[in-house]
């Protein structure tokens, strides 16, 4: 290679930069269990507790000796990785078992049909793309039903079975036509006028301020942090951001959004009117617990409204677990405890065990349309390699009656019964600890005001948390990041392996990490 090319920096430079101004732009060599690893200048491995945990995508940590041990028999074995458009049983495996899951946790019965994707933001927009297809057939078929309503009007008053009384031109807001005029096709112009516009509409999304769905072109609409988004605003979709548990505004935006079309239907010898609701709302989107948001979980009440919303709209509701699902808070569904039904699911991250990149997008029979596997794909989804780690995750978690997710649930109440120890021992500092199972945030209180310069600046520049991250990492050799849409708030994920010795070492570090902002005290970071 040419040594220009070696030496010149091409592959996310500025990212690198930003990182290296909080001493985070580590290399790390090595991973295994909660722990990184990198090396020192004598070339020696240094250990690093990592609390980013793959921002939730290693719920078994690095490098699991039973999902690397699988991996390495599917590759030793030859398994064809690529094998489009052939049967794939191992797919269907994967599909089933999550159906076995979901159906108990949420106490359904109906499938929900799977299609896979590669990374969370993929799934989400399969599950996007899904909704509208849905949503285009169904106004397709109110439509041919219309014009099927139309021609039977016609038939009806030219044979003289029916009439066209004068109180439809009144709900119709139009005036009769002139005597001697057709008024069949004066009500029928007017119907179609009526439809036009809602029959035509683009579809409106909906979802929570603070939600995060993914950086695609699609996906980024639906993500509420304006500085991903708005830049491209010209490319998207239309969505309106609502803020959780607010059941009147959301009966406002049903009221504002919604729309109907009307359907001539022939009755008692006239022609009247059918209302149908028309389907503008394409999907609701949310988290279950916002992850890169700040660690917000959704209250009941938040559930209950986007339930109530569903049922006046016909909404569909897209429940993201990309980063809540898995196992992480004790369940597969994150969602289920809420008593939160999905007519989406989309998980992914730890669906891949640490090393495939897998999602999967799950979709309820009621709204499952069968041609969009004819419409949608993906060279790389559904590839068996990713299949077979997916279904290992899955046994690992299935294994002993689930003895996998009572140890998330149960090490993420001592994790979180630690920080609130140190977030009451620095109420000054510390204003909230927030998540449930290892879907941990630390928030600390603003320290714009701070007149300690370092922290102050910091602050107000949204880099406090990473410069916290960079003493942590250097001071302690403890990895964890802010969430990017709520810089106060540290955010831990650790692998349900964490031991008590970890929370213990966690507990020093933040400690220390709230007594320097306590104390004003920037001179005591350690940034390399
Ligand atoms: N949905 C949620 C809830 C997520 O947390 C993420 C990613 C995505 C979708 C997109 O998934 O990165 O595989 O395309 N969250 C990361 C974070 C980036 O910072 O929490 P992806």
């Not at 993500?223 to 991903?228: C, V």
């Amino acid at each position: 290679m040419n040594s220009d090319y070696a030496a010149t920096e091409l592959a996310e430079p500025n990212l690198r930069a930003l990182l290296g101004t909080a001493g985070l732009d580590v290399e790390y060599v090595r991973g295994e269990g909660n722990t990184l690893f990198r090396l020192g200048a004598d070339g020696q491995e240094i250990p690093v507790l990592d609390f980013a945990g793959g921002y939730g995508s290693l719920l078994f940590g690095h490098s699991h000796p039973e999902i690397i041990a699988r991996a390495r028999q599917l590759l030793d074995e030859g398994t064809p990785v690529h094998a489009q458009f052939s049967s794939h049983p191992y797919a269907n495996r994967l599909a089933a078992e999550l159906n076995r899951i979901v159906h108990r946790e949420t106490g359904t019965t109906e499938p929900y049909y799977a299609t896979f994707a590669n990374s969370g933001a993929e799934a989400i927009e399969a599950a996007v793309k899904h909704a509208e297809l849905d949503r285009v057939l169904r106004l397709g078929e109110l439509l041919e039903r219309i014009a099927a309503g139309a021609e039977r009007a016609r038939e009806a008053v030219a044979d003289g079975s029916a009439v066209v009384p004068d109180s439809l031109f009144t709900r119709l807001r139009t005036e009769p036509p002139a005597a001697g005029q057709d008024r069949t096709e004066a009500v029928l112009a007017a119907v179609a006028a009526h439809n036009a516009e809602p029959g035509s509409r683009p579809p409106l999304f909906l979802a929570l301020e603070g939600g995060f769905h993914g950086k695609l072109m699609g996906s980024v609409q639906l993500t509420h942090n304006p500085g991903y988004r708005e830049p491209f605003d010209a490319l998207g979709v239309r969505t309106r951001f609502v803020p959780e548990g607010r059941a009147d505004l959301l009966k406002e935006i049903a009221a504002e959004e919604g729309a109907t079309l009307l359907e001539p239907v022939v009755e008692d010898g006239e022609i009247r009117l059918a209302e149908h609701r028309a389907p503008v709302f394409c999907a609701f989107l949310l988290e279950p617990i916002q992850g890169e948001g700040g660690i917000r979980p959704l209250t009941q009440e938040g559930a209950r409204a986007v339930d109530e919303f569903r049922a006046a709209t016909g909404c569909p509701v897209v429940v993201d677990e990309v980063q809540s699902g898995m196992g992480r808070t004790g369940a597969l569904l994150a969602s289920a405890a809420l008593g939160l039904r999905g007519d989406y699911y989309v998980l992914a991250k730890s669906l891949g065990g640490g090393i495939a990149k897998a999602s999967v997008m799950l979709v309820h029979e009621s709204c499952y349309r069968p041609q969009f596997e004819l419409v949608h794909s993906s060279t790389f989804a559904k590839d068996s390699f990713s299949c077979h780690i997916a279904l290992k995750v899955l046994e690992l978690l299935e294994a002993d009656g689930g003895s996998a997710y009572r140890r998330a649930a149960e090490r993420g109440e001592a994790l979180k019964a630690m920080l609130d120890r140190v977030r009451l021992a620095f109420p000054t500092v510390a204003a909230e600890v927030r998540g449930r199972g290892l879907m941990l945030g630390f928030e600390f209180r603003d320290q714009s005001d701070s007149p300690d310069q370092v922290l102050g600046e910091a602050a107000r520049t949204g880099m406090i948390g990473y410069v916290l991250a960079g003493h942590l990492l250097h001071a302690h050799r403890i990895r964890t990041f802010p969430t990017a849409s709520a810089p106060h708030t540290l955010r831990f994920e650790p692998s349900l392996l964490l031991t008590d010795e970890e929370i213990g070492r966690l507990e020093t570090a933040l400690t220390d990490v709230c007594a320097l902002v306590r104390d004003r005290a920037s001179d005591r970071l350690v940034t390399s």
